[in-house]
Each structure stands twice: as structure tokens, then as C-alpha cells.
Nanobody, 125 residues
Framework: QLVESGGALVQPGGSLRLSCSDS?????????MGWFRQAPGKEREGVAA???????VYANSVRGRFTISQDNAKNTLYLQMNSLKPEDTAIYFC????????????????????WGQGTQVTVSS
């Protein structure tokens, strides 16, 4: 089961790092992992994903501010979030896949089979 941590209340312009680990699988066993978020009243959207070979993909809204990384030695997926904005407020979910659903890395929910419960990130002064 994927478990996220690191969510908090942070001021606009601040930084936060989210972490995700799995109790049943090592991060190296996943073909790709990613982060999604769901803001109040909105649908869940993809934020960033990373492939086993290190390839990454980002949503336009976070590119240049967020960085996804994976430390297999620590069995942990990270999302470093800088220059946070109020519109980044959401529940952030970790997701992963053991079997590749499509040939290319995407931010499509249905391509990810495993999901965490989410961690709340609130950006407010």
C-alpha cells in the first residue's frame, strides 16, 4: 500500500517536500510512479510522473516549480514543491504501476493501478 507524508500548511512562495513509500513493494519494482492532486470541488489531475529509466513528465501548471524524484535505496518517491501558490492547495496522491499500461509515460489516472490515501497541502497566508 502506498503511503504519502509531508503535507502541511505553508505560506505562498514557500516550499514543501512530499514523500511516498510502499509497504508491499520496493519503488524499484514499479515501472513508473507519479503524483496527482485534487483540489476542493475539482477533479483529480496529474502533477508529475517518473519512469523507471528516469524519464519525467510534468503538468504545465507545475513545470519549473515542482521536481519529482525517486530514491530506490530509501524506497521512497519524492515531490519537491517550490514557489508554492494558493492554487496548489489540494490533496496530493501518490500512484504507481507494476505493469506498463502504455508505452509512454503519462499523467492519466487509469495508467496507474496503485494509489495512496493522500496528504493535504494547503498554501495560504
Amino acid at each position: 500500500q502506498l503511503v504519502e507524508s509531508g503535507g502541511a500548511l505553508v505560506q505562498p512562495g514557500g516550499s514543501l517536500r512530499l514523500s511516498c513509500s510502499d509497504s508491499e513493494h520496493t519503488t524499484s519494482s514499479f515501472v513508473y510512479m507519479g503524483w496527482f492532486r485534487q483540489a476542493p470541488g475539482k477533479e483529480r489531475e496529474g502533477v508529475a510522473a517518473i519512469d523507471r529509466d528516469g524519464t519525467t513528465v510534468y503538468a504545465n501548471s507545475v513545470r519549473g516549480r515542482f521536481t519529482i524524484s525517486q530514491d530506490n535505496a530509501k524506497n521512497t518517491l519524492y515531490l519537491q514543491m517550490n514557489s508554492l501558490k494558493p492554487e496548489d492547495t489540494a490533496i496530493y496522491f501518490c500512484a504507481a504501476a507494476l505493469v506498463r499500461a502504455v508505452p509512454i509515460l503519462t499523467l492519466i489516472e487509469s495508467d496507474f493501478a496503485y494509489w495512496g490515501q493522500g496528504t493535504q497541502v494547503t498554501v495560504s497566508s
